[in-house]
Protein backbone atom coordinates (compact mmCIF):
# COMPACT_ATOMS: atom_id res chain seq x y z
CA UNK A 1 0.00 0.00 0.00
CA UNK A 2 2.82 2.37 0.92
CA UNK A 3 4.12 1.87 -2.26
CA UNK A 4 0.63 2.86 -4.19
CA UNK A 5 0.89 6.05 -2.09
CA UNK A 6 4.45 7.18 -3.66
CA UNK A 7 3.75 6.41 -6.41
CA UNK A 8 0.71 8.74 -6.72
CA UNK A 9 2.90 11.64 -4.82
CA UNK A 10 4.83 11.54 -8.05
CA UNK A 11 2.07 10.83 -10.65
CA UNK A 12 -0.19 12.88 -9.79
CA UNK A 13 1.69 15.93 -10.15
CA UNK A 14 3.36 14.62 -13.48
CA UNK A 15 0.28 13.93 -14.73
CA UNK A 16 -0.55 18.23 -13.78
CA UNK A 17 2.91 18.75 -15.56
CA UNK A 18 2.16 16.81 -18.50
CA UNK A 19 -1.55 17.83 -19.22
CA UNK A 20 -0.44 21.77 -19.15
CA UNK A 21 2.91 20.79 -21.47
CA UNK A 22 0.70 18.84 -24.01
CA UNK A 23 -2.28 21.39 -23.74
CA UNK A 24 0.58 24.64 -24.65
CA UNK A 25 2.07 22.21 -27.43
CA UNK A 26 -1.21 22.34 -29.29
CA UNK A 27 -0.82 26.19 -29.35
CA UNK A 28 1.99 25.43 -32.08
CA UNK A 29 1.36 22.08 -33.92
CA UNK A 30 -2.99 21.39 -34.66
CA UNK A 31 -1.77 18.09 -36.00
CA UNK A 32 -2.25 16.08 -32.50
CA UNK A 33 1.13 14.57 -32.90
CA UNK A 34 3.09 16.48 -31.10
CA UNK A 35 0.55 15.95 -28.26
CA UNK A 36 0.89 12.45 -29.25
CA UNK A 37 4.21 12.59 -28.21
CA UNK A 38 3.52 14.07 -24.99
CA UNK A 39 0.81 11.61 -23.82
CA UNK A 40 3.47 8.58 -24.81
CA UNK A 41 6.56 10.06 -23.01
CA UNK A 42 3.88 10.34 -19.84
CA UNK A 43 2.82 7.08 -20.09
CA UNK A 44 6.17 5.52 -20.23
CA UNK A 45 7.70 7.26 -17.39
CA UNK A 46 4.57 6.42 -15.54
CA UNK A 47 5.09 2.72 -16.55
CA UNK A 48 8.92 3.30 -15.60
CA UNK A 49 7.81 5.05 -11.87
CA UNK A 50 5.97 1.55 -11.16
CA UNK A 51 8.23 -0.70 -12.44
CA UNK A 52 6.15 -1.62 -15.09
CA UNK A 53 7.32 -3.17 -18.91
CA UNK A 54 5.11 -3.80 -21.54
CA UNK A 55 5.31 -6.08 -25.06
CA UNK A 56 3.09 -5.63 -27.58
CA UNK A 57 2.40 -8.17 -30.57
CA UNK A 58 0.31 -8.33 -33.95
CA UNK A 59 1.55 -4.84 -34.98
CA UNK A 60 0.72 -6.55 -38.90
CA UNK A 61 -2.48 -6.64 -38.42
CA UNK A 62 -2.92 -3.00 -38.48
CA UNK A 63 -4.44 -1.93 -41.54
CA UNK A 64 -3.00 1.48 -43.75
CA UNK A 65 -6.40 2.94 -42.74
CA UNK A 66 -8.24 4.51 -39.75
CA UNK A 67 -9.14 1.66 -37.38
CA UNK A 68 -11.34 1.01 -33.86
CA UNK A 69 -9.06 -0.43 -30.82
CA UNK A 70 -11.52 -2.47 -28.78
CA UNK A 71 -9.47 -3.85 -25.71
CA UNK A 72 -10.35 -5.68 -22.81
CA UNK A 73 -10.24 -3.42 -19.39
CA UNK A 74 -8.40 -4.80 -16.12
CA UNK A 75 -7.14 -1.82 -15.00
CA UNK A 76 -6.28 1.91 -14.66
CA UNK A 77 -2.66 0.67 -16.32
CA UNK A 78 -4.15 -0.40 -19.44
CA UNK A 79 -4.44 3.46 -20.83
CA UNK A 80 -1.13 3.64 -19.70
CA UNK A 81 0.49 0.44 -21.42
CA UNK A 82 -1.96 1.61 -25.00
CA UNK A 83 -0.37 5.02 -24.86
CA UNK A 84 3.08 3.76 -24.64
CA UNK A 85 3.26 0.87 -26.76
CA UNK A 86 0.70 1.22 -29.81
CA UNK A 87 2.78 1.51 -33.24
CA UNK A 88 0.20 4.28 -34.11
CA UNK A 89 -0.90 7.20 -33.65
CA UNK A 90 -4.30 6.93 -31.27
CA UNK A 91 -7.08 9.00 -29.83
CA UNK A 92 -9.30 8.28 -26.93
CA UNK A 93 -13.19 8.01 -27.20
CA UNK A 94 -14.26 8.97 -23.25
CA UNK A 95 -17.34 9.82 -21.67
CA UNK A 96 -18.34 13.93 -22.06
CA UNK A 97 -17.35 14.05 -18.22
CA UNK A 98 -13.72 13.78 -18.67
CA UNK A 99 -13.50 16.68 -20.51
CA UNK A 100 -15.04 18.97 -17.77
CA UNK A 101 -12.32 18.09 -15.46
CA UNK A 102 -9.78 21.07 -15.06
CA UNK A 103 -6.30 21.31 -17.00
CA UNK A 104 -6.53 17.42 -17.71
CA UNK A 105 -9.96 17.89 -19.84
CA UNK A 106 -8.78 20.78 -22.19
CA UNK A 107 -5.69 18.92 -22.52
CA UNK A 108 -7.91 16.42 -24.07
CA UNK A 109 -10.04 18.34 -26.04
CA UNK A 110 -7.13 20.18 -27.75
CA UNK A 111 -4.75 17.00 -28.36
CA UNK A 112 -8.11 15.84 -30.59
CA UNK A 113 -9.36 12.98 -28.46
CA UNK A 114 -12.95 12.63 -28.85
CA UNK A 115 -16.35 12.73 -26.30
CA UNK A 116 -18.87 10.73 -26.04
CA UNK A 117 -22.46 11.80 -24.35
CA UNK A 118 -23.73 9.30 -23.22
CA UNK A 119 -27.15 10.95 -21.48
CA UNK A 120 -30.54 11.76 -23.57
CA UNK A 121 -30.85 9.48 -26.92
CA UNK A 122 -30.50 12.72 -28.76
CA UNK A 123 -27.53 14.22 -27.59
CA UNK A 124 -26.30 10.34 -27.33
CA UNK A 125 -26.72 9.72 -31.35
CA UNK A 126 -25.36 13.65 -32.11
CA UNK A 127 -21.56 12.75 -30.55
CA UNK A 128 -21.58 9.28 -32.42
CA UNK A 129 -21.83 10.81 -35.29
CA UNK A 130 -19.59 13.66 -34.84
CA UNK A 131 -17.27 10.60 -33.96
CA UNK A 132 -17.96 8.79 -36.84
CA UNK A 133 -17.08 11.54 -38.67
CA UNK A 134 -13.87 12.23 -36.76
CA UNK A 135 -12.34 8.37 -37.48
CA UNK A 136 -13.45 8.52 -41.09
CA UNK A 137 -11.05 12.04 -41.11
CA UNK A 138 -8.29 10.00 -40.28
CA UNK A 139 -8.08 9.11 -36.37
CA UNK A 140 -7.71 5.82 -34.90
CA UNK A 141 -9.69 5.56 -31.91
CA UNK A 142 -9.50 3.21 -28.91
CA UNK A 143 -12.30 2.13 -26.37
CA UNK A 144 -13.02 -0.62 -24.35
CA UNK A 145 -16.62 -2.21 -24.92
CA UNK A 146 -16.50 -3.49 -21.57
CA UNK A 147 -17.39 0.08 -20.33
CA UNK A 148 -15.61 -0.39 -16.92
CA UNK A 149 -12.72 -2.18 -15.80
CA UNK A 150 -13.54 -6.41 -14.94
CA UNK A 151 -12.91 -7.02 -11.25
CA UNK A 152 -11.86 -10.54 -11.94
CA UNK A 153 -9.97 -10.57 -14.90
CA UNK A 154 -12.76 -12.23 -17.07
CA UNK A 155 -14.49 -10.14 -20.06
CA UNK A 156 -17.73 -7.91 -18.81
CA UNK A 157 -20.41 -8.11 -21.09
CA UNK A 158 -20.00 -5.51 -24.04
CA UNK A 159 -21.62 -2.09 -24.65
CA UNK A 160 -23.59 -1.55 -28.79
CA UNK A 161 -22.30 1.40 -28.62
CA UNK A 162 -18.71 1.29 -29.95
CA UNK A 163 -19.87 -1.21 -32.48
CA UNK A 164 -22.45 1.15 -33.87
CA UNK A 165 -19.68 3.48 -34.09
CA UNK A 166 -17.59 0.90 -35.91
CA UNK A 167 -21.15 0.94 -38.47
CA UNK A 168 -21.23 4.63 -39.17
CA UNK A 169 -17.69 5.30 -39.64
CA UNK A 170 -17.15 2.26 -41.78
CA UNK A 171 -13.90 1.39 -40.67
CA UNK A 172 -12.32 -2.48 -39.11
CA UNK A 173 -12.16 -2.71 -35.57
CA UNK A 174 -8.79 -4.39 -34.36
CA UNK A 175 -9.99 -6.52 -31.23
CA UNK A 176 -7.12 -5.84 -28.31
CA UNK A 177 -6.40 -8.42 -25.50
CA UNK A 178 -4.57 -7.05 -22.43
CA UNK A 179 -2.78 -9.64 -19.98
CA UNK A 180 -1.32 -8.27 -16.72
CA UNK A 181 -2.46 -5.28 -16.12
CA UNK A 182 -4.93 -6.72 -13.60
CA UNK A 183 -1.79 -7.92 -11.25
CA UNK A 184 -0.05 -4.66 -11.31
CA UNK A 185 -3.28 -2.85 -9.65
CA UNK A 186 -6.07 -5.13 -8.62
CA UNK A 187 -9.37 -4.16 -8.71
CA UNK A 188 -10.41 -2.02 -5.50
CA UNK A 189 -7.41 -1.94 -3.55
CA UNK A 190 -4.73 0.41 -2.92
CA UNK A 191 -1.83 -1.73 -4.22
CA UNK A 192 0.92 -1.64 -6.97
CA UNK A 193 2.92 -4.02 -7.65
CA UNK A 194 5.61 -4.63 -10.93
CA UNK A 195 5.27 -7.05 -13.80
CA UNK A 196 4.47 -7.43 -16.90
CA UNK A 197 1.57 -6.21 -19.76
CA UNK A 198 1.18 -8.01 -22.82
CA UNK A 199 -0.40 -6.47 -25.55
CA UNK A 200 -1.86 -8.19 -28.64
CA UNK A 201 -3.35 -7.16 -31.63
CA UNK A 202 -5.82 -9.55 -33.89
CA UNK A 203 -6.64 -9.23 -37.25
CA UNK A 204 -9.01 -6.58 -38.14
CA UNK A 205 -12.81 -7.25 -37.77
CA UNK A 206 -14.28 -5.64 -40.85
CA UNK A 207 -18.23 -4.35 -41.02
CA UNK A 208 -20.30 -6.92 -42.74
CA UNK A 209 -21.86 -5.20 -45.71
CA UNK A 210 -24.54 -8.12 -46.29
CA UNK A 211 -26.71 -8.10 -43.14
CA UNK A 212 -29.24 -5.47 -41.52
CA UNK A 213 -27.85 -2.85 -38.95
CA UNK A 214 -29.02 -4.59 -36.02
CA UNK A 215 -27.19 -8.18 -37.32
CA UNK A 216 -24.07 -6.37 -38.19
CA UNK A 217 -23.54 -4.33 -35.02
CA UNK A 218 -24.09 -8.34 -33.09
CA UNK A 219 -21.95 -9.87 -35.60
CA UNK A 220 -18.97 -7.98 -34.79
CA UNK A 221 -19.50 -7.98 -31.23
CA UNK A 222 -19.53 -11.65 -31.16
CA UNK A 223 -16.08 -11.68 -33.35
CA UNK A 224 -14.09 -8.85 -31.16
CA UNK A 225 -15.44 -10.50 -27.88
CA UNK A 226 -14.25 -14.02 -29.39
CA UNK A 227 -10.76 -12.94 -30.82
CA UNK A 228 -10.15 -10.86 -26.98
CA UNK A 229 -10.97 -14.18 -25.10
CA UNK A 230 -8.89 -16.53 -27.51
CA UNK A 231 -5.52 -14.92 -25.82
CA UNK A 232 -7.19 -14.15 -22.34
CA UNK A 233 -5.06 -15.28 -19.80
CA UNK A 234 -7.00 -16.20 -16.53
Do not use: C
Request: no cysteine; net charge positive; hydrophobic share 45%.
Amino acid sequence: MLRAYLYLAIFIPLTFLFSVSAFVSTLFDGSGRLYARHARLWARLSLGLAGVRVTISGAENIPDKPVIFMSNHQSSFDILALLAAMPRQIHWIAKKELFEIPFFGPSMKRGGYIPLDRGDGRKALQSMDEAAAAIRQGKSVVMFPEGTRTEDGSLLPFKRGGFILARKAAVPVIPVTINGSGRINPANQIRLYSGDIRIILHPPVNVPGDLRRSEAEGWMMDSVRDSIESALEH
